[in-house]
């Protein structure tokens, strides 16, 4: 069955403690791979897509890396306006459809 | 701004009753999907739209769940018979069709359902 496992579930990081999220898949024909980030009580904002592993990604202190059987967020010197929810998610083979994971929520204390 | 909307933002409603949400894409966006978040979950995927054609319906889209899109724009989502399994957060995403090669879908706000 083709899933999507993030990991940790949470995590409290302090400002300026850089630390990395993980997403592996296990999906036939991987078509691509997407994090989006959530804020409470509204709908995930888009940050990147990744087509090929080996791909790299990057906004502000944000990095998304693939590789065949998993992705990563890292975060560089978190400020506490990236505390959210990090969603990952991916698009395989004859759909157009999400497949999403949990998500890993994010606390960055000041 | 030319983001997806959602209208209502919030609904309550009774246990039996039927609900309708409305969703407007971006608007030179052909493709229009629906997903379904609990809480502390990932949004679930549950049918979407080409144009005016709905391509393709998750199991989890039972019988008293419809959508249309009827001329390519707007789409509803209409549950009948609400159960108390049916709170959650129903998000409208959308995306342009550019061949087979790219799928970046932009989320609306959301309609949070509570189904008393």
């Known amino acids: 069955e083709d899933q999507v496992t993030q990991s940790p579930e949470a995590l409290r990081l302090q400002e300026g403690e850089s630390s990395s999220l993980n997403c592996s898949y296990t999906v036939s024909g991987l078509r691509g791979l997407f994090w989006y980030r959530q804020d409470p009580g509204k709908g995930p904002e888009f940050l990147f897509t990744?087509?090929?592993a080996g791909e790299e990604k990057e906004k502000e202190r944000l990095k998304a890396t693939l590789t065949k059987k998993e992705s990563f967020l890292h975060i560089t010197a978190p400020k506490p306006e990236d505390s959210a929810t990090y969603l990952c998610?991916?698009?395989?083979?004859?759909?157009?459809?999400?497949?999403f994971g949990s998500g890993t929520r994010l606390l960055v204390r000041p | 701004d030319t983001g997806v909307s959602q209208n209502p933002r919030h609904k309550i409603t009774k246990r039996g009753q039927n609900v309708t949400f409305r969703c407007d894409p971006i608007s030179e966006h052909n493709r229009l999907y629906w997903y379904r978040q609990t809480l502390g979950q990932g949004p679930e995927f549950l049918t979407y739209f080409q144009n005016e054609a709905q391509l393709e319906k998750s199991r989890l889209l039972s019988d008293r769940f419809s959508a249309e899109r009827p001329k390519g724009s707007f789409s509803t989502l209409e549950i009948q018979r609400t159960e108390q399994g049916d709170s959650a957060m129903y998000l409208c995403?959308?995306?342009?069709?550019?061949?087979?090669?790219?799928?970046?879908?932009?989320f609306g706000p959301g309609t949070r359902l509570t189904v008393l």
């Open positions: 995403a959308s995306s342009l069709s550019q061949g087979a090669v790219y799928n970046e879908q932009f």
């Open positions: 990744l087509y090929s």
């Open positions: 998610a991916s698009w395989m083979d004859s759909s157009y459809k999400l497949i």
